[in-house]
């Protein structure tokens, strides 16, 4: 039977994780997506438990990324979506750390909500497709625009890939590894989702299908793995030369020297 | 699909009909076994009317919006329809590189096997998926690209 708090947990932290995207606030951004990044580490210790006791669970999600006008619909949101929670977590030692995890993830928003100057117009989603002040041109916007698509799926794809394989390795230099790689794709999709918010084309990465995260041939997967990051390293040198801005030439450049050590990463699965 | 328009935009942000799709009568799946790339298609057919349609794919960005475009003309509209809308959708994006030509064959060949998997369902098979493999991958266009440069 498929769980639906792992299903739930997910679709939080995509929220939290999205919504820091979209607040410009710095330091509500920044703290959104520290309690984000609680609610994946929480996502995997669900996804431990769930296997210990032989169950399953998958990467179904019923969600909507909600185009919000402001910072408090947004925070109004996370607000109900942890409330309605809460009631499914259970008694476990993992569930009361969850639960007062949640608490305090409550209390930080009802903070926000109090303070009416928190109430900034979200421009996230207004899909004006400008990079800050910068005069790109309308071609180098669209290769932007593309590639921050696909990469942002890809990151949001590599992270629950990896994770999936984590959760089922014995191996503790494998588990060691695949947290390598996962922490790097987490650091990349917040580059990248930040990037489409500055740009106002913010969206959820799509839903992976069981035929993209089941792997039935872990060696032809890590193969190809490293054949993706390869043909990622030529999409961001291709864009490095095609975008005529230092800051993000260097950007990309060094997004694409990660995805060589990545490389590197994956070869010692192998 | 050179120039990025509201409706690419959309389609992008939120593509049409993704995910799966409870209870379909045909699943097919079309996969380029270079890349590894592959669509899959749920259908609903009612007689000759494809009353719902879903589809999911690790593909690439045309793929996701030539997906999206042509599930959303189809749906509602029957097997003729089906067959001359990824032809439509052509028309509608304007001149395709070959890479984006690859994106919508697997598209539409993933549909393609969904409605073969409904007649072997419906000829009594016990067939979970129907599988095509492409002809055509998206690296060989990608590789003769680079060799054209």
Known sequence: MINKTYQKKHELWLSLTFASFAITDEAIKSRLYDFAQIAFRHMKWLGLDILENDENYNYDRDMLLYKRDSVFDIIEALVKEVEDIQSIYGDSNLAQRIKTDDIYLLEYLSQILKDESNNKAITAFNMKREWLDKNLSGEQIDALTIFLFEESYKEYELILVYAYMQARTQNIKEFGIYQDLIDESHFHLKSFGNMMAIMGILALPRELHEMTYVIKDVKQFIVDGIAEEEAAKVMCKELSDAIKDEELSKFFDFINYQESYHIELMQKLL | ?149
């Open chain 2, 1 to 149: 699909m050179n120039n990025l328009n509201d409706e690419t935009l959309e389609n992008l942000m939120e593509p049409k009909n993704y995910g799966k799709l409870e209870n379909p009568t045909g699943v097919g799946v079309a996969l380029d076994e270079k890349t590894k790339e592959y669509v899959i298609f749920y259908t609903i057919l009612d007689g000759d009317i494809i009353t719902d349609v879903s589809y999911a794919t690790n593909g690439c960005q045309d793929t996701v919006v030539i997906g999206s475009m042509y599930s959303d003309m189809i749906k509602n509209n029957n097997l003729e329809y089906a067959n001359d809308a990824i032809q439509r959708i052509t028309e509608k994006l304007g001149e395709l590189t070959k890479e984006q030509k690859v994106c919508s064959d697997i598209v539409f060949t993933a549909f393609i096997a969904s409605i073969k998997n409904c007649e072997n369902r419906q000829n009594g098979e016990d067939e979970e998926l129907h599988v095509l493999k492409m002809k055509e991958s998206c690296e060989a266009t990608n590789m003769e690209n680079t060799d054209d440069k």
